[in-house]
């Protein structure tokens, strides 16, 4: 094993394609402390170039394999999720960090491998997962603690976006496209996080022509309540979140995923609003986190544990799988 990065010197990042993800990484990138960008690859090398010089990135990878023997410490993982899987579980077996961007993977089976691969090789593995480091949520959190409606026992949250164009990924079964992949691991994340683990699921929606889920509505129950999630393709609504307890309710509003407001309502009508703006696109946060778990040496994420990704992928396959929706090898 290489030693971790010490705290005086920046974490270097590889990031592997270059597209919408990655480059609200690199905007939030900039504004974390101790680390740079330092290598890119994709396969449409004239993206990965303009990529570069729009972000200032040293190095244009020619292959994957050079990008994996670059001088990096970290890689972020940005491709479609139908490859998720095998590039972390190749970054990884290169002795390089990986944070994914979410789903992490196409199904649990695909999931464990990844984990094995990370147990293996001693190397931190997150998925991304970026609404807890948020200062809203976590302001929200405190504000609970501080002046509590009780134990939440009730989730409602969801998004639905029409105006997604055909080309985009989502479309698309072989890149591991659907609503329930692209939008649902926001959704079964706030589910667990308030409502703890897996119980059962039922689903309903369609799928489309193109074998993704064009609606699914899926309501989960946990060991400590339940939730009503959606996610769609064809219809819009506005992505905001309720959490229902005994003693009130907060309203997270949209885009609740990139949270900057909040309500909290108390039996009697009393209100208090929580404001907390982000910075630098959001994504900093969370990239933060995870280049303080690198300097640790830590292994595993205690605010996205493997097991939170785990439980995570086991309701979105659940899900997939009531609809009837298989993506290619699966």
Same mark, same amino acid.
């Given at each position: 094993?290489?030693?971790?990065?010490?705290?005086?010197?920046?974490?270097?990042?590889?990031?592997? /394609?270059?597209?919408?993800?990655?480059?609200?990484?690199?905007?939030?990138?900039?504004?974390?402390?101790?680390?740079?960008?330092?290598?890119?690859?994709? $396969?449409?090398?004239?993206?990965?170039?303009?990529?570069?010089?729009?972000?200032?990135?040293?190095?244009?990878?020619?292959?994957?394999?050079?990008?994996?023997?670059?001088?990096?410490? *970290?890689?972020?993982?940005?491709?479609?999720?139908?490859?998720?899987?095998?590039?972390?579980?190749?970054?990884?077996?290169? /002795?390089?960090?990986?944070?994914?961007?979410?789903? *992490? *993977?196409?199904?649990?089976?695909?999931?464990?491998?990844?984990?094995?691969?990370?147990?293996?090789?001693?190397?931190?593995?997150?998925?991304?997962?970026?609404?807890?480091?948020?200062?809203?949520?976590?302001?929200? $959190?405190?504000?609970?603690?501080?002046?509590?409606?009780?134990?939440?026992?009730?989730? $409602? *949250?969801?998004?639905?976006?029409?105006?997604?164009?055909?080309?985009?990924?989502?479309?698309?079964?072989?890149?591991? #496209? /659907? #609503?329930?992949?692209?939008?649902?691991?926001?959704?079964?994340?706030?589910?667990?996080?308030?409502?703890?683990?897996?119980?059962?699921?039922?689903?309903? #929606?369609?799928?489309?022509?193109?074998?993704?889920?064009?609606?699914?509505?899926?309501?989960?129950e946990h060991e400590r309540g339940m939730a009503?999630?959606?996610? #769609?393709?064809?219809?819009?609504?506005?992505?905001?979140?309720?959490?229902?307890?005994? $003693?009130?309710?907060?309203?997270?509003?949209?885009?609740?995923?990139?949270?900057?407001?909040?309500?909290v309502h108390y039996t009697g009508g009393r209100?208090?609003?929580?404001?907390?703006?982000?910075?630098?696109?959001?994504?900093?946060?969370?990239?933060?986190?995870?280049?303080?778990?690198?300097?640790?040496?830590?292994?595993?994420?205690?605010?996205?544990?493997?097991?939170?990704?785990?439980?995570?992928?086991?309701?979105?396959?659940?899900?997939?799988?009531?609809?009837?929706?298989?993506?290619?090898?699966?």
């Amino acid at each position: 094993m290489t030693p971790s990065p010490q705290s005086s010197q920046p974490i270097r990042w590889g990031v592997l /394609g270059p597209g919408r993800a990655a480059a609200r990484f690199a905007e939030g990138l900039s504004a974390v402390p101790g680390a740079a960008l330092s290598a890119v690859w994709g $396969r449409n090398a004239e993206n990965a170039r303009a990529y570069a010089l729009r972000f200032g990135v040293p190095l244009v990878a020619e292959s994957l394999q050079a990008l994996l023997a670059s001088n990096t410490d *970290a890689i972020y993982v940005a491709t479609h999720p139908d490859t998720h899987a095998e590039l972390c579980i190749q970054a990884l077996l290169a /002795g390089k960090h990986v944070l994914c961007e979410k789903p *992490a *993977a196409l199904n649990v089976r695909q999931l464990t491998a990844v984990l094995e691969a990370a147990h293996r090789v001693g190397r931190l593995f997150m998925e991304a997962m970026k609404p807890p480091f948020f200062p809203l949520y976590r302001r929200l $959190r405190s504000h609970l603690a501080a002046d509590p409606i009780g134990p939440v026992g009730y989730v $409602r *949250a969801g998004h639905a976006d029409a105006t997604l164009p055909p080309e985009y990924p989502l479309h698309f079964a072989e890149l591991g #496209g /659907g #609503g329930v992949m692209g939008i649902g691991p926001y959704e079964a994340f706030l589910a667990l996080d308030w409502l703890g683990p897996l119980v059962r699921v039922q689903t309903m #929606g369609r799928v489309a022509a193109s074998g993704v889920d064009s609606l699914a509505l899926f309501q989960t129950e946990h060991e400590r309540g339940m939730a009503q999630l959606h996610t #769609g393709l064809d219809l819009l609504s506005r992505g905001d979140a309720l959490l229902a307890a005994p $003693r009130g309710y907060v309203l997270l509003h949209a885009n609740w995923w990139n949270p900057a407001r909040a309500t909290v309502h108390y039996t009697g009508g009393r209100t208090v609003e929580l404001h907390e703006p982000f910075t630098a696109g959001g994504f900093n946060y969370e990239t933060a986190h995870f280049c303080a778990l690198v300097r640790q040496g830590s292994l595993e994420s205690p605010e996205i544990s493997h097991a939170t990704s785990l439980a995570m992928a086991e309701m979105l396959e659940t899900v997939r799988t009531q609809l009837g929706v298989r993506f290619p090898g699966e």
